[in-house]
């Protein structure tokens, strides 16, 4: 096989092949006596300046994009993202009880928290880890974040709906031992106290942080 044709066979195997392919791959198809440093370095030449060059990754090669294209093929899309009951709950307890751990969280809700939920809302940017518990075990404390007030359009914490505005918008269990729950730092103190569930109808197993996407197909 010529040298011209070796290229050819070469240019087609990489353009054909879905990983970078190793010296020991492209002798399969072009014979021991391919001197390869000749044969890819006039190709990588070829493709010097264009929209696609030849690159070295680890030993083998591959035909890539290149880097000055790059930001002309990156498309950036906003996708609605659906947060599941869970999430929405753990979201209600932490802004409201914050600084609050993790089992304090499940304690108000009565079930095991996920650990997809609270990794979604970290996601959301919503919720961030806060300060040490000065107890045994140390726990971390979980804690609501500027973005959350940002994306609520709240100045401060102050601004949440109080008790009566979420029980009338159906947010809040209307059962009267709602009204006993204590002040969140007496509320795990006091659990025979506490009301149980913060918001009605909790679940009764967690589920991940995000019940779907609600996306457009992309064209």
Known sequence: MEQMEQIKVLEAMLF????????????????TEADLNVLLSDLKGTYTGRGVELVETGGAWALRT????????????DVDRKLSRAAL???????????????EIENIRGVATHKGTLDALM????????????TPGRPLTWVTTTAFLDHFQL???????????????GLLDRRP?????????????NPDEAAGDLLAGSSEEDQD?????DQEDEA
């Open 66 to 77: 290149s880097a000055e294209t790059a930001p002309y093929l990156t498309i950036e899309k």
């Open 123 to 134: 996601e959301m940017g919503w919720v961030k880890p806060g300060k040490r518990r000065e």
């Open 16 to 31: 054909a092949s879905a990983e970078p392919l190793t010296p020991a791959m492209i002798y399969e198809r072009l014979g």
């Open 209 to 213: 942080g995000f019940d779907g996407y």
């Open 155 to 169: 100045e401060s914490l102050m601004d949440l709906p109080g008790m009566d505005d979420l029980k009338a918008a």
């Open 177 to 189: 031992a709602i009204e006993t729950v204590p002040d969140t730092r007496d509320l795990f103190d």
């Open 89 to 103: 709950e753990t979201l209600a307890i932490v802004a409201y009880h914050q600084p609050i751990t993790r089992a």
